[in-house]
């Protein structure tokens, strides 16, 4: 099986929770993965023998298709898993996959493919895209049962200024921002850009130096055991608090974390409900997340909408 994720911590993620029903069931499979952090001796033993479950990103599959041996080293490929489509439907990422599985299905007529989702509103186009839209390939949609419930916050100041605050940080709202991690077990605070990450994550530190040790910061540019040293800080709930950019915004399952912020407006509607879903994260369980908008006008577009920013109950 090849199981495609948008991102190296869900692919680490992912990699986790498959190996411990495998395990429970005493099946005689192997599990890795292969992404940018994946070491050299690892990547060479790939090249050899590839294990039962492979789980990658569109790019390494596509590199990994490339091979001279490629057909004959995947020519037990029995599924193709694709994980978080909504992510990479309609990107160049996405027309990676969808190339890399019509060349699958050149050479493996039977491949099973899945695309998987929470937050997919044309399902009809996504089901097409994935399959290839060939009249001899129907798909079929599964659905899940039960709706995901979002209880959705704003961070707003006590007064609304006429003109931008410099930088566009949203740092004006650090105190609420604050006020919201001290009241929660564990929280994500999401961020759009790697500058704004490494911006509130000092803001922080330099507001709770007490908190030295319990907050931490999440990004692409990071070393690969800074990245899995903080994920697993937040499995275990050994940090307060992450402050992190879309690297953790997809299908990770960090149960501990029970509050999410939001910095500024995401890149795309379906990121908020997305990065929400990382709190309190299980079924019939509600999702807790707070914006906190980065300039006044922001500001004044919400005040007709929001909530005044609290602490979770």
Partial sequence: MLW????RALAADTAQALEAPIRDLGLPW???????D?????????AKRLPTILVTTPESVSLLLTREDAREQLRNLRALVVDEWHELLGTKRGVLVELAAARLRTWLPSLRTWGLSATLGNLEQALEVLTGGAPDREGRLVRGGG???????SC???TVERFPWGGHLGLKLLPQVID???AARTSLVFTNTRSQTEAWYQALLDARPDWAGEIALHHGSLDPKVRLWVEDG?????????VCTSSLDLGVDFSQVDRVFQIGSP???ARLPQRAGRSDHGPGRVSLVTCAPRTPSSWSRQLRLATPCRPAT
């Fill in 180 to 182: 919201g991690i001290e």
């Fill in 30 to 36: 192997s599990v890795e993965t292969r992404t940018g």
């Fill in 38 to 46: 994946t070491p050299a001796r690892v990547r060479n033993r790939q």
């Fill in 234 to 242: 937040l499995r275990s709930g050994s940090l307060r608090a992450v």
């Fill in 267 to 269: 890149k795309g509607v």
């Fill in 156 to 158: 707003l100041p006590e």
């Fill in 4 to 7: 495609v994720t948008p991102l």
């Fill in 147 to 153: 709706n995901k419930e979002y209880a959705i916050r």
